[in-house]
Nanobody
Framework: QVQLVESGGGLVQPGGPLKLSCAAS????????TGWYRQAPGKQHELVAG???????NYADSVKGRFTISRDNAKNTVYLQMNSLKPEDTAVYYC??????????????WGQGTQVTVSS
């Protein structure tokens, strides 16, 4: 089976940076669309940023200009560089990927989530 492991979450002061990583492992043939989602207390699950295998990227309006998504196909890893963090960015961040397995079956996979807390 395919697994996604997230890392990089933690406590950061407002205005500071933080970088999240999500590494996929298992019976992977290729990774198609992948991205980051988040859910804050009392708020709905939302897409933060997504990137396709061809390189096209989209961001939520609330993070545009502050966050950067990237991927390293050789490492089967997607990153989210977060800058100028705000308290409202506090949430559990999840990575997601559409993964084509060695069996050539495309499946959606989710990471376990990593907590990001922006507070002074």
């Amino acid at each position: 089976q395919v697994q996604l492991v997230e890392s990089g979450g933690g406590l950061v002061q407002p205005g500071g940076p933080l970088k999240l990583s999500c590494a996929a492992s298992g019976s992977i043939f290729s990774i198609e669309t992948t991205g980051w989602y988040r859910q804050a207390p009392g708020k709905q699950h939302e897409l933060v940023a997504g990137i396709r295998s061809g390189g096209s990227i989209n961001y939520a309006d609330s993070v545009k200009g502050r966050f950067t998504i990237s991927r390293d196909n050789a490492k089967n890893t997607v990153y989210l560089q977060m800058n100028s963090l705000k308290p409202e960015d506090t949430a559990v961040y999840y990575c997601n990927a559409e993964i084509k397995t060695i069996a050539r079956v495309t499946i959606p996979c989710w990471g376990q989530g990593t907590q990001v807390t922006v507070s002074s």
